[in-house]
């Protein structure tokens, strides 16, 4: 047992340091004394811990000596331990709140006005430095992602950067061991942190396809002598894209993927005298609108982007090749839904493996969630006799995808576009993914569609604890909902998307939910709410389009509780889960487990 106490002060007390020098006109960065060439990549994995050692001994594989996360979370000391273990570094993520919906999500903060949400970041950023800044893997923090961008006015722009600054100055007097960066999109933020931060050690610059060539010339332009990472990198993104003839961004071929990393980490980034390297993104499995552009891995199958990051880092050749769509079109004209129509294609593998062949397609217009799905298409056929695909109930343009799966779990993708006519998708108010039954909003805190963003009454006595592990009905956690005080009122919202109160799109087409049902019970019998879904009424540009709730009180007992709904106009349900109460005399405690519309 001594051994042991021992062994752990003896991790506590070996933290690496990093520093950041200049010589010969060249920045370098440096771990314990000895130079240190960010080959990264960011890491999308923070939650799937059981496979930790699989994606870290897989990183190794690849030549990945640092991974990038964006924030923290209750996974970071798994994740940061595991990394030491494999002699990986990590760039430990602060978040910071957009001032617009943008790229990445739909939040929105008011950075002139909102100074307890300002403080709440602070809070953050200063537990974040002082929890981690001993452990070895950390090689630096990383502050903030693309705020600059998605804001609109300079006066918020500047209230971010002192706020950035003062976060800045509090970590380096707690931790001088290791260099602050703070990430930005291209180079929107170099006037402000020049002027406004120069607590930054170095500039974390985001950057995709030939650009990140030109980030040193940008810098230099401005007279600026610091050194910069490219956080993330990988072929030219869709914001730069040019529209088809049906108005869809051209994705680029798997090849040009490929060479946008194997070739532009040596064309674009390591030869550059201020740049200490790069992350590139996104070592992660979806399938959804960006994986197929950016990601390594596609339904957990090797993208050739997996194989680019290797080539880069390593110099070696993929294993094995990824197959090759050589030719991919649709007929030159519109068709009604439902319409069978021929696909030509034309697949080649090196390896002249078996391919299995699939086809998707995705929708580029409607809310966030919509856009972002890549849903299976009915199709028949073989690679000798054609195939053919159905095309979906949907109405204008859509992305088409062929998937070509080898043996090697090697996964190629080539995409094309088409019009579709159909008038029942033309006739849809809110275009917002259509959804599967049962559709569950909580089961075991698992990839939850609504969050619960939406406080009201006297929030500030009022917690959510989406992980509680003491009072379930079923699986391992259920929702705790805690009110200290002792009189008010108080509501919580879940809801989709975070944050937002009816003014941005979003939400979840149900229709065909006959059902609205929950678990539920509270600490102590006699507790009256009023508990349901729908919140945003019609004021507002994008409300529920149905909102049902019962008043029901609630027993020490689990006991559950269903809603009729069958006749409910469930095609744009925002806020998927209700709660109302009021207190009178004693604080209140509420568990809610199994909420599904069915």
Same mark, same amino acid.
């Given at each position: 047992?001594?051994?042991?106490?021992?062994? @752990? &002060?003896?991790?506590?007390?070996?933290?690496?340091?990093?520093?950041?020098?200049?010589?010969?006109?060249?920045?370098? #960065?440096?771990?314990?004394?000895?130079?240190?060439?960010?080959?990264?990549? !960011?890491? /999308?994995? *923070? $939650?799937?811990?059981? $496979?930790?050692?699989?994606?870290?001994?897989?990183?190794?594989?690849?030549?990945?000596?640092?991974?990038?996360?964006?924030?923290?979370?209750?996974?970071?000391?798994?994740?940061? *331990?595991?990394?030491?273990?494999?002699?990986?570094?990590?760039?430990?993520?602060?978040?910071?709140?957009?001032? =617009?919906?943008?790229?990445?999500?739909?939040?929105?903060?008011?950075?002139?006005?909102?100074?307890?949400?300002?403080?709440?970041?602070?809070?953050?950023?200063?537990?974040?430095?002082? =929890?981690?800044?001993?452990?070895?893997?950390?090689?630096?923090?990383?502050?903030?992602?693309?705020?600059?961008?998605?804001?609109?006015?300079?006066?918020?722009?500047?209230?971010?950067?002192?706020?950035?600054?003062?976060?800045?100055?509090? +970590?380096?007097?707690?931790?001088?061991?290791?260099?602050?960066? %703070? @990430?930005?999109?291209?180079?929107?933020?170099?006037?402000?942190?020049?002027?406004?931060?120069?607590?930054?050690?170095?500039?974390?610059?985001?950057?995709? /396809?030939?650009?990140?060539?030109?980030?040193?010339?940008? #810098?230099?332009?401005?007279?600026?002598?610091?050194?910069?990472?490219? !956080?993330?990198?990988?072929?030219?993104?869709?914001? *730069?894209?040019?529209?088809?003839?049906?108005?869809?961004?051209?994705?680029?071929?798997?090849?040009?993927?490929?060479?946008?990393?194997?070739? /532009?980490?040596?064309?674009?980034?390591?030869?550059?005298? %201020?740049?200490?390297?790069?992350?590139?993104?996104?070592?992660?499995?979806?399938?959804?609108?960006?994986?197929?552009?950016?990601?390594?891995?596609?339904?957990? #199958?090797?993208?050739?982007?997996?194989?680019?990051? =290797?080539?880069?880092?390593?110099?070696?050749?993929?294993?094995?090749?990824?197959?090759?769509?050589?030719?991919?079109?649709?007929?030159?004209?519109?068709?009604?839904?439902?319409?069978?129509?021929?696909?030509? &294609?034309? @697949?080649?593998?090196?390896?002249?493996?078996?391919?299995?062949?699939?086809?998707?397609?995705?929708?580029? !217009? /409607?809310?966030?969630?919509?856009?972002?799905? +890549?849903?299976?298409?009915?199709?028949?056929?073989?690679?000798?006799?054609?195939?053919?695909?159905?095309?979906?109930?949907?109405?204008?343009?859509?992305?088409?995808?062929?998937?070509?799966?080898?043996?090697?779990?090697?996964?190629?993708?080539?995409? !094309?576009?088409?019009?579709?006519?159909?008038?029942?998708?033309?006739?849809?108010?809110?275009?917002?993914?259509?959804?599967?039954?049962?559709?569950?909003?909580?089961?075991?805190?698992?990839?939850?569609?609504? &969050?619960? %963003?939406?406080?009201?009454?006297?929030?500030?006595?009022?917690?959510?604890?989406?992980?509680?592990?003491?009072?379930?009905? %079923?699986?391992?956690?259920?929702?705790?909902?805690?009110?200290?005080?002792?009189?008010?009122?108080?509501?919580?919202?879940?809801?989709?998307?975070?944050?937002?109160?009816?003014?941005? #799109?979003?939400?979840?087409? +149900?229709?065909?939910?006959?059902?609205?049902?929950?678990?539920?019970?509270?600490?102590?019998?006699?507790?009256?709410?009023?508990?349901?879904?729908?919140?945003?009424?019609?004021?507002?540009?994008?409300?529920?389009?149905?909102?049902?709730?019962?008043?029901?009180?609630?027993?020490?007992?689990?006991?559950?509780?269903?809603?009729?709904?069958?006749?409910?106009?469930?095609?744009? +349900?925002?806020?998927?889960?209700?709660?109302?109460?009021?207190?009178?005399?004693?604080?209140?405690?509420?568990?809610?487990?199994?909420?599904?519309?069915?």
């Amino acid at each position: 047992m001594r051994l042991f106490y021992v062994l @752990v &002060l003896v991790s506590y007390l070996s933290f690496s340091q990093t520093t950041v020098e200049k010589i010969d006109g060249n920045w370098i #960065l440096k771990v314990d004394g000895k130079p240190f060439d960010i080959k990264g990549a !960011t890491f /999308g994995y *923070d $939650n799937d811990v059981e $496979n930790y050692d699989a994606y870290f001994k897989d990183l190794k594989f690849l030549g990945v000596n640092t991974i990038r996360t964006w924030a923290t979370g209750k996974n970071t000391p798994q994740l940061l *331990d595991i990394a030491e273990q494999y002699g990986i570094k990590v760039m430990v993520g602060i978040w910071m709140r957009h001032g =617009r919906p943008g790229m990445e999500d739909d939040d929105h903060f008011d950075y002139l006005t909102d100074t307890e949400g300002m403080e709440v970041m602070y809070k953050n950023a200063v537990e974040t430095v002082e =929890r981690y800044k001993s452990h070895p893997a950390v090689l630096t923090w990383g502050i903030g992602n693309e705020v600059y961008l998605n804001m609109a006015t300079d006066e918020e722009k500047l209230s971010y950067s002192k706020l950035l600054e003062r976060i800045c100055t509090k +970590i380096k007097a707690l931790d001088p061991d290791h260099p602050i960066t %703070s @990430v930005e999109a291209w180079t929107f933020g170099l006037e402000w942190w020049e002027k406004y931060v120069p607590s930054i050690d170095i500039y974390g610059l985001n950057s995709y /396809g030939p650009g990140a060539g030109f980030l040193q010339e940008e #810098l230099d332009k401005r007279n600026i002598d610091k050194p910069y990472i490219i !956080t993330e990198f990988g072929v030219t993104g869709e914001w *730069d894209a040019q529209a088809d003839k049906n108005g869809v961004k051209i994705e680029p071929s798997d090849t040009e993927k490929y060479d946008a990393i194997a070739k /532009g980490y040596k064309e674009w980034i390591s030869n550059k005298p %201020s740049c200490l390297g790069v992350y590139v993104f996104h070592y992660c499995s979806l399938n959804n609108f960006m994986s197929p552009w950016l990601f390594t891995h596609v339904n957990y #199958l090797r993208r050739p982007q997996y194989w680019a990051i =290797r080539e880069a880092f390593t110099g070696k050749k993929p294993e094995n090749n990824v197959p090759i769509i050589e030719a991919f079109t649709l007929p030159d004209s519109k068709h009604n839904s439902g319409t069978w129509i021929p696909v030509n &294609l034309k @697949v080649s593998d090196t390896e002249n493996e078996k391919l299995d062949i699939s086809f998707y397609y995705n929708q580029r !217009t /409607g809310s966030r969630k919509r856009r972002d799905q +890549i849903n299976p298409l009915n199709f028949r056929g073989d690679l000798n006799k054609g195939f053919e695909i159905e095309l979906p109930k949907e109405h204008g343009a859509i992305k088409v995808y062929a998937y070509a799966k080898d043996s090697f779990n090697n996964l190629g993708i080539a995409s !094309t576009s088409i019009m579709v006519e159909d008038k029942d998708a033309k006739a849809k108010k809110y275009l917002v993914p259509k959804v599967e039954l049962p559709f569950y909003v909580y089961k075991d805190n698992e990839g939850l569609p609504y &969050l619960p %963003s939406g406080y009201m009454g006297n929030y500030k006595a009022l917690s959510v604890d989406l992980n509680n592990r003491k009072e379930v009905h %079923s699986g391992e956690t259920a929702i705790k909902i805690n009110y200290s005080d002792e009189s008010g009122w108080y509501g919580i919202a879940f809801v989709n998307p975070a944050n937002d109160w009816g003014d941005i #799109l979003g939400g979840y087409d +149900i229709s065909g939910a006959k059902t609205f049902s929950f678990w539920a019970k509270s600490k102590f019998s006699g507790v009256v709410v009023k508990l349901g879904f729908g919140l945003i009424d019609e004021d507002k540009p994008f409300p529920d389009t149905a909102i049902k709730a019962e008043e029901i009180t609630l027993t020490s007992e689990w006991k559950k509780y269903s809603i009729k709904i069958k006749k409910a106009d469930l095609s744009c +349900i925002r806020s998927g889960l209700v709660l109302f109460a009021n207190s009178y005399g004693y604080p209140q405690t509420i568990y809610i487990d199994e909420v599904v519309f069915e």
